[in-house]
């Protein structure tokens, strides 16, 4: 065994430990080179055929490469095992993480079995703007100038104006949308509202400063209360179910003449009486009537040929009588134990 030999030896024994990169290399050189019978042995053994002047040399060259292939297998095994240890552990025997699913607003939840209901009877669906015009709003629609829903108490002015000097306002209901309907397009028009509105009113268990409605509009040459009854009575029953109990009572709408409201029996105590229906055994479900002859002038519309019928349902009020709410709050403090139950 020469010198040239013992060093060639070192080299190729650190390369083999420098170019390891699993665990199951390192094994295999451990077994190779540092067991009883490994390769380091073997040359320290053959120690004895060296001539005694190589001896010295010779034995610190392999004590050397003993010592640091000791020292650089411990770092590099604990590097490896700490490498392992990291990596994520998979069970694929774990039931997975349940997603959280999302789903519509009750409120809207409502407002879309309302629109379908009304789509199938053939009506389209209009919107209009939240910010309106004295005349829109009000004036149009036949209210007074001295009537309470004017009140600064109701309605939410704002400071810009319109054109004659008059305050924008945030509509307080969706019958604007009814005269810019009949300003903008010829009769006959059989259309629903749905949309968002707003009243400066105390927030309490039974009204919201912002709420929905859901207006519907029908104008043509020979419309009659009767079919206004049809049209209420007809979505009664599949918004309720068949054969529900209703009537009919005397109301006032400014635009409307005659004006009425239309009472079906409560669903929930089948008109017992019970908290909901106050023990009466009714639910008030909707305002209509026939648009009333002024409204029909201001948009254009000769009364003597064209009539028509409206009706505004609170769709804020239909999803608590179909879930049994007595706080209107509750819809919208986003309690998602309230939530879920839709
Ligand atoms: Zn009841």
Known sequence: MTRHEVETFCQETLAALRGITTPEQLEQFRLTYLVQKGRIRQMLDQLRTVPTEEKPIIGRLLNDLRRTVEEEFAALRAQLEHATSQQPTIDPTLPGRPLARGSL?????????MVDIFVRMGFAVATGPDVEDDYHNFEALNFPPDHPARDMQDTFFLRCTDPSGKPLLLRTHTSPVQVRLMESM???????IPGRVYRNEAISARSLAEFHQLEG???DEHTSFADLKGTMV?????????GIAYRFRPSFFPFTEPSAEMDIECFLC???GCRVCKHSGWLEIVGCGMVHPNVLRACGLDPE????????FGIERVTMLLAGIDDIRLLYENDIRLLEQF
């Open 305 to 312: 040929r064209w009539q028509g019928y409206a009706f505004g």
């Open 217 to 219: 509009l029908c104008i």
């Open 270 to 272: 089948r008109g017992k």
């Open 186 to 192: 010829p009769p006959p028009i059989r259309a629903i």
């Open 234 to 242: 007809a979505f009664a029953e599949q918004m309720y179910g068949s």
């Open 105 to 113: 607003h009750p409120v809207l939840q409502t407002l879309d079995r």
